[in-house]
């Protein structure tokens, strides 16, 4: 058994679990700003009841546990984080209007930096932490209802016995079985898997990035055309309308972004969700400045991409620790 925390041990042995409860929260809630809210929520409530941690089960796993329970009551007053795929609706036209809907809780990507550990986790643990936050994975866990979603987390990603989760969740270790079945049933191919997560070192896809932003820091739309693959969706919260077939998102690109040629964009990489990203900047005409446009997150399949989300939510730019404005060249 466990020895009883002590109370000026307690920051010391919690906190390095600080980066796999926040991808855990954001499983759940599918917003890093709420899931930041989440693990403060967390850490006060664990703190609080330190004196009654008695070594039961591993501090890791009591974190988790309150984590999880957190995010239940917060999911009991809130809806679920949709992408624009998600909404019912059949692809659009880039003829048709531009629409959005800001009142919508959009999903919101999730910076690799704030869970890989800065270099510091073994290798397999970050991929295994990169795969269990794949954007399709995080929106396709947003249909499930919130204990559905938690019994998947908890046995699929964190590895939990069915009657563990079953005594965390005061449920019975049937209804966790049954829960877990009808989960994987509405996952589908979003379910979790060992072998999508690529590496971003690897030469072809280096290859493929440099291209993309290439292509569009000139507006070439021919160029980015030809990186997409066939079936190819590309949707941008918070407008309502997603896009498919790279002819199709090649003219929404051509008649709808602001950029009028080359040098009006601008693109700092990153990652986001296990998958590649950049930051894009939009020139602005009055003070020759870039300024924060959208985040872009990349679905990589055989070389080509697959799926782009762009965000258009300004808050994340500072979340990716990007920078506010990219200064005009004087």
């Not at 969740?169 to 049954?178: I, P, Q, R």
């Not at 939009?282 to 959208?294: A, L, S, V, Y």
Request: glycine share 6%; aromatic share 8%.
């Amino acid at each position: 058994m466990a020895e009883k925390l002590a109370e000026q041990d307690f920051p010391q042995l919690a906190d390095p679990y600080r980066r796999e409860l926040l991808a855990h929260c954001y499983r759940m809630l599918g917003s890093v700003h709420d899931a930041e809210d989440l693990v403060q929520e967390t850490y006060l409530r664990a703190w609080r009841a330190y004196d009654k941690f008695e070594g039961r089960s591993s501090l890791r796993t009591w974190l988790h546990t309150i984590a999880t329970r957190a995010c239940l009551t917060a999911l009991e007053s809130r809806g679920r984080r949709p992408l624009p795929t998600g909404l019912g609706a059949p692809s659009s036209s880039p003829a048709d209007e531009l629409i959005t809907q800001d009142e919508v809780p959009w999903l919101e990507p999730l910076p690799d930096t704030m869970i890989d550990g800065g270099g510091t986790v073994d290798p397999a643990t970050v991929v295994g932490s990169r795969e269990s936050v794949r954007l399709a994975f995080i929106a396709a866990l947003q249909h499930l209802p919130p204990k559905q979603r938690a019994v998947l987390i908890l046995r699929d990603v964190m590895k939990w016995k069915a009657s563990e989760v079953a005594e965390q969740l005061e449920l019975s270790t049937a209804a966790v079985n049954s829960a877990l079945q009808r989960a994987h049933a509405a996952m589908g191919k979003a379910a979790l898997t060992e072998d999508s997560v690529q590496e971003p070192e690897d030469p072809e896809q280096r290859r493929l990035l440099d291209r993309w932003m290439a292509a569009f820091e000139a507006k070439d739309v021919p160029g980015i055309v030809k990186l997409f693959t066939e079936d190819a969706v590309w949707e941008m919260p918070p407008f309502i309308g997603w896009y498919q077939g790279p002819e199709t998102i090649g003219e929404l690109i051509d008649t709808s972004c602001p950029a009028q040629g080359p040098g009006d964009q601008r693109m700092i990489p990153t990652m986001a969700n296990g998958q590649p990203a950049f930051g894009l900047y939009m020139i602005d005409p009055e003070t020759g400045d870039h300024k924060p446009f959208q985040i872009q997150v990349l679905d990589i399949v055989d070389g080509k991409v697959r799926h782009c989300v762009a965000f258009f939510e300004k808050s994340l730019f500072e979340a990716f620790g990007l920078p506010a404005v990219l200064p005009a060249e004087r």
